[in-house]
């Protein structure tokens, strides 16, 4: 069993910055692959990124590319998110998830999952 938490949500403007932070906790953090999704107000969840255990592999959604950034402390068991040039459109509960299985080929699948943090973004 894996416990995410996820932190660092909040109100912005348009053109904005923020940092978001999921905390795991229950098993080794060792080799799992993490990533980040979102879901806005009548829309599907939907990928944002993820990034392997040695952070090697990065994957990012086109509508965030050169915007949002990954990132990773192993030592800290902790995976973050870069947001900047916030626009309304990213306005949506972010969620962290995990894929902790034996099979790293792209798409991973990701079996556990935070509770969320709100991003709203105004404009």
């Known amino acids: 069993q894996v416990q995410l938490v996820e932190s660092g949500g909040g109100l912005v403007q348009a053109g904005g910055s923020l940092r978001l932070s999921c905390a795991a906790s229950?098993?080794?953090?060792?080799?799992?692959?993490m990533g980040w999704f979102r879901q806005a107000p009548g829309k599907e969840r939907e990928f944002v990124a993820a990034?392997?255990?040695?952070?090697?592999?990065?994957y990012y959604a086109d509508s965030v590319k050169g915007r949002f950034t990954i990132s990773r402390d192993n030592a800290k068991n902790t995976v973050y998110l870069q947001m900047n040039s916030l626009n309304p459109e990213d306005t949506a509960v972010y969620y962290c998830?995990?894929?902790?299985?034996?099979?790293?080929?792209?798409?991973?699948?990701?079996?556990?999952w935070g509770q969320g943090t709100q991003v709203t973004v105004s404009s």
């Open positions: 229950g098993r080794t953090f060792s080799g799992i692959r």
């Open positions: 998830a995990c894929d902790v299985s034996y099979d790293s080929s792209w798409p991973w699948t990701f079996d556990y």
């Open positions: 990034i392997s255990w040695s952070g090697g592999k990065i």
